[in-house]
């Protein structure tokens, strides 16, 4: 059973930065899919980013493409995300979520593929 922990959330000013950190363990796979979704109150829960473990490949939402960079140090187990020029629409819970397939936008756009999933780190964002 994939174990995953998020890390790193918290409160900033529009136009700031915040890096988001999921260890993983127990992996039972060589490859994953590796994603960051959020969810805002109200809101369905939205694939910000992604990364392909065994080619390094990433995909991004296109509300965060040029602002968010998503990355893995394999060494680490970890999964980061680089969220900068957050904006007051960033806000919400992020997740890190992972499934033993290829990735791709379409995969990125459907929670329901990912198999295993973080607890949630909080973002949020003032004007």
């Known amino acids: 059973q994939v174990q995953l922990v998020e890390s790193g959330g918290g409160s900033v000013q529009a136009g700031g930065s915040l890096r988001l950190s999921c260890v993983a363990s127990a992996y039972t796979s060589s490859t994953y899919c590796m994603a960051w979704f959020r969810q805002a109150p109200g809101k369905e829960r939205e694939g910000v980013a992604a990364?392909?473990?065994?080619?390094?490949?990433?995909y991004y939402a296109d509300s965060v493409k040029g602002r968010f960079t998503i990355s893995q140090d394999n060494a680490k187990n970890t999964l980061y995300l680089q969220m900068n020029s957050l904006k007051p629409e960033d806000t919400a819970m992020y997740y890190c979520?992972?499934?033993?397939?290829?990735?791709?936008?379409?995969?990125?756009?459907?929670?329901?593929?990912?198999?295993?999933w973080g607890q949630g780190t909080q973002v949020t964002v003032s004007s």
């Open positions: 979520a992972a499934v033993d397939r290829w990735c791709s936008v379409v995969r990125l756009q459907t929670s329901a593929d990912f198999r295993y």
């Open positions: 990364i392909y473990t065994g080619d390094g490949v990433t």
